[in-house]
């Protein structure tokens, strides 16, 4: 894709990118029916003549009315260089049907980071989805994965009143259909957006009273059961745990992949057998781009790491020039290794 720099265009603001195409009732009676989302051509032709490569896809997600729309209108207000116009149509938001977005809304204007110069590359788009719970449960679990497989950014927007175990189901399988799907898609970076809160509160049910909490304490309360209150069955119960456990079980990896980008001191690092997954990986090893000091890392034994898990690894891994040593354990596949080590003549892997 390439953006026309010097084409004159008259500006819409926000389009209609994706339309869920409505199931008749035969259809929702079919247990084999697969959902339809439509492309809009418009839309599609905005993206290859006005955008630039690489693009970074922005997307804001979650239930209906949870101010989805306001946030992707301040993202774009933000990057905006210029003031918009006043007769542009902007993110669907407010009461009633008019406010209600339906499938997935683009801002139709290529925005830039602010720091970014003249000279590199690249744009980035704004996506603003329909409330999941808007849908019907395939309509809605598809739509929503959608978004998942093309974005850079996946924004779940949250309010407290309307955070429902329903929403943590949505997040969990989308993730789980990323995991079991073996291709050589990325997982975007997700992030949990609480609006309304300038800290994580949580309210006492015997006072009424808000407490301040953590932000970990906050995301273990959206994923747990009030004991007092719980008429979930033991199997439900276990089910809400193995959720919140693999959802966040890669926070470590990012705060990890966080010190590594500034890290000026540390040689060697061992973390083997701490329950890394395939998203943690690569994480790590796009700090590792950013990283010259660290000569030897050993990330074997992180039994969820799988074969594809490696193989992206290992390419983004060629990004560092720095690394010597390398433990990966068995999973990382012989034709990865031996792609790494020809392109990295100063790297020695070993699977131990």
């Known amino acids: 894709m390439a953006y026309q720099h010097d084409q004159k265009h008259e500006k819409q603001g926000c389009i209609q990118l994706v339309r869920c195409i409505p199931p008749t009732d035969e259809e929702l009676k079919n247990p084999q029916y ?56 902007w993110f669907r938001s407010g009461a009633g049907t008019n406010g209600v977005t339906q499938g997935v809304w683009m801002w139709s204007e290529p925005l830039r980071h602010p720091d970014q110069d003249e000279k590199t590359k690249g744009s980035i788009l704004i996506l603003d989805c329909e409330g999941t719970d808007n849908l019907d449960e395939n309509t809605g679990a598809n739509l929503y994965f959608f978004c998942m497989v093309v974005s850079t950014a996946f924004a779940v927007v949250l309010r407290p009143a309307r955070i429902d175990r329903f929403q943590c189901d949505r997040l969990y399988h989308a993730l789980n259909r990323f995991e079991v799907m073996k291709s050589l898609h990325v997982l975007p970076n997700i992030w949990l957006l609480p609006l309304d809160l300038p800290k994580f509160l949580h309210i006492d049910r015997d006072t009424g009273d808000d407490i301040e909490i ?139």
């Open 214 to 352: 953590s932000k970990d304490e906050w995301l273990h309360q959206i994923f747990s059961v009030d004991e007092e209150r719980n008429n979930l069955s033991s199997g439900h119960n276990q089910r809400l745990k193995e959720q919140y456990e693999y959802i966040t079980r890669d926070e470590g990896a990012r705060t990890l992949a966080d010190m590594l980008r500034v890290n000026k001191i540390l040689t060697y690092l061992n973390i083997r057998n701490n329950c890394i997954s395939n998203d943690g990986a690569q994480v790590i090893a796009e700090s590792l781009i950013k990283n010259s000091t660290l000569t030897e890392l050993d990330i074997s034994d992180n039994n969820d790491i799988n074969e594809t898990g490696f193989e992206l690894f290992a390419t983004t891994l060629l990004g560092n020039k720095t690394l010597l040593f390398l433990t990966t354990g068995y999973r990382m596949a012989d034709a990865v290794k031996q792609m790494l080590q020809t392109s990295r003549e100063n790297l020695i892997v070993y699977k131990q």
């Open 34 to 89: 697969v959902p339809q989302l439509e492309i809009n051509s418009q839309a599609q032709q905005i993206l290859a003549e006005r955008f630039e490569a690489p693009i970074s896809i922005i997307v804001y997600v979650g239930n209906m009315g949870v101010g989805k729309s306001k946030l992707a209108t301040v993202t774009v207000a933000a990057l905006e260089k210029e003031t918009p116009g006043t007769d542009l149509l």
